[in-house]
């Protein structure tokens, strides 16, 4: 099973700053909680892939010449996010990649 710290110290404390989170196949998203809830706002380093998903959570990206391949999501459900990082191995833990 693969692990989340980062992730879930973010979701559950509600942290309002940006969380860099990297994972397991190289890549890095940075998450925060922007309010209460659910919802998380989402950037990702160029590279990264989002998975499928059905609810539409990664189909609409805010986009910006700075941003220079990376892509920044709003209104990001905690289990998307979870998702995408599961899809990319997992969290890279100062050990090695969580499992």
């Known amino acids: 099973m ?33 309010d209460e809830g659910d919802l998380m706002e989402v950037f990702l380093s160029e590279g990264v892939s989002v998975p499928e998903s059905e609810d539409g959570a990664w189909d609409r990206p805010l986009e910006c010449d700075a941003f220079d ?4 999501f709003l209104d990001v459900p905690v289990q998307a996010v979870r998702a995408l990082v599961t899809a990319h191995g997992g969290e890279l833990h100062a050990c090695g990649p969580g499992a």
């Open 2 to 34: 693969t692990t989340s710290p980062k992730l879930d110290a973010v979701a559950v404390s509600g942290i309002r700053s940006f969380t860099p989170i990297a994972l397991a196949d190289g890549g890095e998203v940075t998450v925060r909680m922007p």
């Open 69 to 72: 391949g990376a892509a920044l």
